[in-house]
Structures are given as C-alpha cells and as structure tokens.
C-alpha cells in the first residue's frame, strides 16, 4: 500500500467542486446566480442571437454556466424581428447562432408544419450566413397544459424535431424538455404581460443551464468520452473494505447515479473503474447485491487494485486509447481529485456526494456529455475495447504481426461516397484526435459537402474474429484535374495497430487514379494530440505533403503486402 | 433610510450594474438603464431576495425607488400580519 503523505486540497478547490456539482445539479435562484460574477476567462465564445423573444433574461445567467468549462461569452442581438430579417446579414462573426422565438406570434397565422417550414428556410439562411461552420440553435415551445395553443404546440415541436436530420448543423433548444424537467412553475404570466418573457426567472436560468451546460460545450467544445468512477462513498455509501460486501448501502440516490450511468453509456459513453479495493470484494458486490444497477461488464476498463489513482488513471485512459482529457474522474476524496488534477493535464473532476443524488444531477448537465445526436458507434465501443485487451493477448501469444493479424480474421468493408454515413463521419471529425491528419473538425453542414460531386469520400467499417468495431475510418478527398486534396484522414483510436488505416489508403490512392487524378496533397495540421496521424502520413510521404499518387501507392502496398485481411469494396 | 430601503437600493444598483447618491429617490424615467428589460430582472430579483410577489398592476405602478420600497414594505408587513 501507498503510504505517501497526502497534501489536502486548498479550500477553494473544495469549495469550487462542491458549487460547481451544485450549479449544475441544482441551479441557485436568479439573485444568487448574478452574484456569482464569473471570471470571464477563457475561452471567448461570440454567440448571435435573432429573435423575437427577450434573450436577455437567459443570456445573463450563461457565464456562470460556461464557466464550468473554461468559457465565456458575448451576444450580439438582432433587432425584435418576427420575421428574422436580419438573419442572413454578412459580416456577423459568430461561433453560434442562436433563433429565440416567440411561437405564439404566429400560431394564429400559420399551421405549425407552415411555421417549421418557414424556419426551416430561415435557419438555412442563418446555416448560410455562419459560412456552414456555425452550429444553429433554434428553439422549440414549451407546452402549458390547458393553455389554447397547447395542441399547436405539440404539432410544431413534433415538426421541429424533425428538421435537424433535414438541416445539418442545425440543432434545438428542446424548451419543452427544459420544462418537463423543471421543478416548480414554468410560466409567469406577470412577465409576460411586462416584458412579453412568458416564464419564470427559475426557468430562464433553466434554459442558461441548457444552453451553456449542454448544447453549447456538445457543439463547441470537446466531448468526454469515458467517466472514471469510484466506488466508496460514490457509486454506494461505505467503505467496501471496513463495512464488508453486505454492510455498504446502496440508497436511491445510487440507484438513481445506476440508472443514469447505464443510460450515458447506452449513449456511448465508456464507463471505467478506479477504486483502491480488493478485486474480489468488488467482484462480490457486483454479484451478490440485486440493487446495484450495474455489472462489471459494463466497464470498459477496471483498475481496482491498491495502486496510486494517478497512475490508474494514466492506465485507464491507455486502455482506452483516448486522452486524459477526455475523462471525468468522478470521487468523493477531494484529496485525490486535488492529486489527480494536478497530475493529469486538462482531466475534468466532478467531486461524488457519497448519498449518489447530488452526483446524479449534476451529471446529467456535465458540460461535453450532452448528446445533440446519436452516437451510431455506442452499441460497439465498450464490447470493442473489452475486445482490445483479448487482442494484446493474441499479439503476445502470437510472436509476430503477420501472426497476430492472421489471428484476428479481419474483414474491412470500404463504402464509396456512402451518404448514410454522414452522420458518423461528423461524428469521427469531431470525436477522433490522435488519429486526425486535418483536425477540419466538420461541422455538420460541412460534411454534407464530403459527399458533393467533386468529393471522393472512404468510409470504413472493420469486423474481426473479436468484436464488430462498426464504422471506424474516413478519407475525404476535393479532386481538381489530376490533383487530389485529401482533406481528412480520420480513424477511431480503437483500431489503431492493426494497418487499417494503411490498406485503406492504399485503396483510396486506387480509386483517386480512376478519377483522373494523378498527384495527391494531403492536409496535414499540427494539433496537440495527432501525432500518431502524422506519423503515419511520413511513412507515405516521407518529405512534405504532396507526391504524386503512384510514389504514395507503392509505399502503401509494400506496407501491407503481407496484410492478410479480406477487404471488400462497396460501390 | 431603514435597512428595507437599504437592502432594496443595493439590489437595485447590483441588478442594474450602476450607482446611486445615497439618501437620492431613482425615477425610472430619469434613469435610462432602467428599461423594460432590467425592470423585469429588478421584480425578480426582489421577489426572490424578500420572498414576495408583485401582481402584474403593481409591476407597472413602480416608477421610482421609493415607490418600490412603498410597495415592499406594505407586503412584507402582509407577511408579518399572516405569520402572526
């Protein structure tokens, strides 16, 4: 065991982790909020807004919000305008633009499938006007029971929730969510009466709460990707190791943290364990007590052992191929949250409330685990990595590559200019960072482009005797006469090792050729974390960025010419 | 100025980012950053801070401070008599 003296966190770090699970979990009231006064440090995020309902009364609370992760923020405000005049005015820089409007303006006028259709048209523009790089936020209408426009109501949301598959780069401010998770009352007609804001202060501070906790860090931020949870005082009261496998509790604070845990990662994201424990206590637990909501199988990495968390946490995050960053410790030990933190750059920390309540809430608006979309890779990825750690027995057993990938009896599929797989490839442009030679980071308006007539679009899906890893790669190229810019490369962290990459290359380079092109550019940007990708490229492109496709194809075929997958083309 | 007035002007200059002369009534028509907007923020922020609630008619009625304060302090009386 560890006995190295423990350095207590400074109290404003506790003091901070307690508000910040507070803030998020259980916003304080407007007055308490404003007084907050965040730092307004970091990150600038330049939002415009077009309305025709007062953002002002939500806009005040979204510092304290963005806060929580390293940003702050500035609106600039188009006039009162039903129409949205001013939506497609040039020269707006802005990182999102937001659509706030009062639908009640023209529930008397139009039919809600009318009014989707006419801001459907309005959002394109606004899609326009942010260049396709700038996610839209448009807002939906929260449903008052009773009320005249309740039906009108429920038809249009049923309408708007339709349009972002329509209209990428599109996404909703879901207010009727916002209201049916809201605690208290929602409306308030004295405000609207006044200042034409139908609800209450509580539920501006609501929808700030959505806005900057959740849509805004999903869209403009970066994702977590795994949660790493301790067990005491955490995912049950007690202590394993004093109270014994039937002494520890577990209240419906924990069943309620279960049910969500199991929910973020039937959503994909990857749930690991880091507990200083026997193994065999905790194995005991998992089988013996039917309140806990969860297996070990579903843990895509399990470190229980008496190791320091630090160094569990490097090992989890090797596990996982990802970047620390990536990760939120969750754990009830300031002490050890204050270690890791300080040890670990840029892993995010969320101090656990032994009774699970207080973590369950505040995880529900943990900025970057929002899901604007689907994650269509979410059924695969814990079975996958599971699968990893057979595959590096396989490696060991096996003595050599060649051995080790015959082993594995990979069957890759390659899709040309596949237009179902959008949705994943704007997943992978954003999700993706050791293997991402062009760090484009797509928007979802963008990728609608990969697809265009002058695009040549690879995606890749790969199957082996372990796991079905789903789709996993991505070559995008712009052709131009003979010179071909391939503008991405992107590939899951979870195949990586095993030359998947190289013998999709080697394909792309062939179907570049039948497409007249002779000489091939990569983008290549230098980004904190894709070094693997530009590694990579060196091998092909040993000098710059730009050779012609035959060099780029014999260097690729003597790569894998041994290579003993089987590949199959899909035209 | 009793501590009712005083906890209300602090309110006021804290919710409107702006400062008064102390022992000077606030006409809101004299006061431009008092707009309809923040008047809305002040109902709230008072609501919540003294645990009262104005209808819609005496919204509209506050137009200066010590009308406010008026109005405050007839409620948080209202208050004193019922919990009595």
Redesign the interface.
Known sequence: MNLEPVSPPRTSDVRGWVATRQLLGTPP???AL??LKPARTGRLLRLRCDRSL?F??VD?FLDAFLDTWGAHHQTSYSDYDPGLSQIDASGLEADARLIFLDWRLLADRLTPAEAAEWVAGRAQAAIRAGGRRSPVLLNNWPIKSGDRLEKWGRALNAALGALPARLPGLSLIDLESVRAGFRGEFFD???D???K?PFA?GAAVAIARHLGADLLPSLLGEKLKALVLDLDDTLWRGVLGEDGVGGVLIEPGHIELHELLKALRARGILLTLCSRNELSDVEAVFRSRPGLGLALTDFASIKVNWSRKVDNLVAIAADLNIHASAMLFVDDNDSELAKASGAISGLRTLLADPSGVETASALRHYPGLFAVSDDSAASVRTGDIQANRRRQTLRAEAGDLNGYLAALKMEIDLHRDCRPHLSRVHELSNKTNQFNLGLARLSASETEEVFAPDHLTMTVSLRDALSDSGLVGVLIARLNGELATVREVLFSCRVLGREVETLSLLRFCGWLEERGARRVRFNVVEGPRNGPARDWLKRFLPEGTEAAILDVKALAAEACKTHPATIKEHR | MNSTGNKLRVLIAETLETEFAPGVDVQRASLPVWDSLNHLRLIMAVEEEFGVRFDSDEIVQIDSLSRFQTLLEAKLAGLETLSA
């Open positions: 009231g407007a007055s404003r007084r007062p002002e009364f005040e007609p004295r405000n009466q006044v200042s804001f202060s």
